[in-house]
């Protein structure tokens, strides 16, 4: 088995951890710096909107030996100085973007580009793109972001409880502010490619939090009937629990997606993987690191506050505090045990569940088989 395996599944049985929830406020303020800094450049920049938002002209060449470059100045010079961008697709031709330009401005666009292939104006494919159409466009996403938030937070509420609903919707909210933030500072233009992207990468956001969400409703279920353990140690446990499954798909992903938007889209000059990829790539990244550093500690947050969640903490300490009175040590040493040698069944009902907290990195203790070796060599019982 791999190093990677036997980690996962040392930590799945909770032999090893690292305690996440802990240390939830470093990872708070790690989260708040990002999201200011998004917030700042894309209120210092702005999104740089593509044609089809702020409306323009789209000019499509014949095969040509004329340079990007070259096309971008005959076409800005012609434009009286708006900015023009040009593609160089992969059958030769090129596209080229003017935003801000009607029909009579598109026209001595369109005669100057010709002119420059030495190629007559009707072979210049010109078209041109209103204003509305973008703002068509933004509002059917804003309306579908909507729409899809409210019903993953009634999903999610129903499915687990109102607290998970709370800390999956924040989490979503931080990977779109960072995603779309990291848009304004690179400048890369805003397109439909840009809006699918942003959107797909909602499912992928909220994949990592709802399993880690499962294990952990699933892990709580009798959590008021032990007092062995806090339910911000159960959530770390389940976390550090579904941590390398969420590593390796997170990683499995963002590998075509890098692939698209550094050979597709960087070495090729495919613009619409560009736009697309780069969503992804960002947004994927953020919701591993939502997933694991915010959206599991804030649920622990929440559920702390609950009033049983915080007697039972109230029995941890005072049971942790009346071992070590008794020589037992601190929390994490054995637990006592009955006549027959057994641990006491007053932990929490799960077959992988042990005795060291949660956070604590080092291999449990197992408990000795009842009766081994009684009164013969064999270890059988008479």
């Not at 999610?156 to 933030?181: N, P, Q, S």
């Not at 909220?206 to 032990?226: C, N, P």
């Amino acid at each position: 088995m791999s190093k990677l395996g036997t980690l996962g599944a040392r930590l799945y049985r909770g032999e090893v951890g690292y305690d996440f929830v802990a240390k939830r406020m470093i990872w708070y303020g790690i989260s708040v710096l990002i999201t200011i800094t998004a917030i700042v450049g894309l209120s210092v920049r702005g999104l740089n909107m593509g044609i089809e938002f702020s409306g323009g002209a789209v000019f499509n060449t014949p095969k040509t030996e004329l340079s990007a470059n070259q096309a971008r100045h005959t076409a800005e010079e012609a434009a009286d100085g708006h900015h023009a961008i040009v593609q160089k697709l992969g059958n030769g031709t090129l596209r080229i973007q003017i935003s801000d330009l009607d029909t009579k401005d598109a026209v001595p666009v369109q005669e100057a580009i010709a002119e420059k292939l030495d190629v007559s104006a009707d072979r210049i494919n010109t078209q041109l793109v209103g204003p509305s159409w973008g703002e068509e466009i933004a509002n059917k996403a804003w309306k579908g972001l909507v729409i899809f938030m409210v019903l993953v937070v009634i999903y999610l509420a129903i499915a687990f409880e109102w607290r998970m609903a709370v800390a999956a919707l924040i989490a979503l909210i931080h990977d779109l502010t960072i995603t779309v933030g990291v848009y304004a500072l690179v400048g890369f233009e805003v397109t439909p490619g840009t809006v699918i992207g942003l959107l797909t990468i909602l499912g992928y956001s909220l994949y990592d939090t709802v399993v880690v969400f499962d294990g952990l409703k699933e892990a709580s279920r009798d959590i008021t009937k032990q007092n062995r353990h806090t339910y911000s140690e159960i959530a770390n446990r389940s976390l550090n629990a579904t941590l390398v499954r969420s590593i390796n798909t997170t990683v499995v992903a963002l590998l075509p997606v890098a692939g698209l938007l550094f050979i597709g889209g960087g070495a090729l000059g495919a613009g619409m993987l560009n736009d697309i990829s780069l969503a992804l790539f960002v947004g994927l990244a953020a919701g591993a690191y939502s997933s694991i550093f915010i959206a599991t500690p804030l649920v622990a947050d929440l559920k702390e506050r609950d009033p049983q969640m915080q007697a039972l903490a109230k029995r941890v300490r005072a049971r942790r505090a009346a071992l070590a009175a008794k020589g037992g040590g601190t929390a994490g040493t054995e637990a006592p045990h009955d006549p027959d040698g057994e641990p006491e069944d007053d932990d929490m009902p799960d077959e992988h569940e042990g005795n060291t907290p949660a956070g604590v990195v080092g291999p449990r203790r197992q408990p000795a088989s009842r009766g081994r070796g009684r009164g013969r060599s064999s270890g059988k019982r008479r």
